[in-house]
């Protein structure tokens, strides 16, 4: 069973920059693992930020960027807002099934 | 506009089983695969399992034997039945879309389903 890790949380200040991670058990995560990235506040359904490893949705603010990192995913916000502060969960696909990570809790102070 | 309205909260027993709905609308349905996730309080997202329009399934292993997916492409809605609840099944459950490929973006609203006896 893969696991998919993240880091617990993370601290930014307004304006700052912070970089999320994503790793996989398995080994080096790749494209071939299709990596999402999805945003959630509290009481809300998940609101997907990033697919395809480096892929904004239409309503994604472009200070948000997807990459791989040292054999991880990685999102990367920049100029980060004080409505950033959520959940942050990846999603990978393993051998035909998908796995989230366990999810970075993000404060911005 | 894209619209994944799932059916309401639920409680059951331990033992009993829950059949939760997600009505798709605003796109055409059998060009996206469905995903089921569920979210325990204060937990993180689970995969429990994917559906596809022609009604082909891949369940987590977690959850085989225990949950079914089906499809009904006439009315653009998916079912999941999960059986023999038990009480860490309590969980907001989660429908989802994914295009063909990796690309997920809509979710429904999700459904609280409580098992207490």
């Known amino acids: 069973q893969t696991v998919v890790t993240q880091e617990p949380s993370l601290t930014v200040s307004p304006g700052g920059t912070v970089t999320l991670t994503c790793a996989a058990s398995?080994?080096?995560?790749?494209?071939?693992?299709?990596p999402n990235w999805f945003q959630q506040k509290p009481g809300q359904a998940p609101r997907a930020m990033i697919y395809?490893?480096?892929k904004r949705h239409s309503w994604t603010p472009a200070r948000f960027s997807g990459s791989l990192l040292g054999g991880k995913a990685a999102l990367t916000l920049s100029g980060v807002q004080s409505e950033d502060e959520a959940e942050y969960y990846c999603?990978?696909?393993?051998?035909?099934?998908?796995?989230f990570g366990g999810g970075t809790k993000l404060t911005v102070l | 506009q894209v619209q994944l309205v799932q059916s309401g909260a639920e409680v059951r027993k331990p033992g009993a089983s829950v059949k939760l709905t997600c009505k798709a609308s605003?796109?055409?349905?059998?060009?996206?695969?469905t995903h089921w996730v569920r979210q325990a309080p204060g937990q993180g997202l689970e995969w429990m399992g994917i559906?596809?329009?022609?009604?082909?399934?891949n369940y987590a292993q977690k959850f085989q034997g225990r949950v079914t997916m089906t499809t009904d492409t006439s009315t653009s809605t998916v079912y999941m039945e999960l059986r023999s609840l038990r009480s860490e099944d309590t969980a907001v459950y989660y429908c989802?879309?994914?295009?063909?490929?990796?690309?997920?973006?809509?979710w429904g609203q999700g459904a609280l389903v409580t098992v207490s006896s």
């Open positions: 989802a879309r994914e295009f063909v490929g990796g690309y997920w973006d809509y």
């Open positions: 605003g796109y055409t349905f059998t060009t996206y695969y």
């Open positions: 559906i596809i329009p022609s009604g082909s399934t």
């Open positions: 398995t080994g080096a995560v790749t494209s071939g693992n299709y």
């Open positions: 395809l490893t480096t």
């Open positions: 999603l990978l696909s393993v051998g035909g099934a998908w796995v």
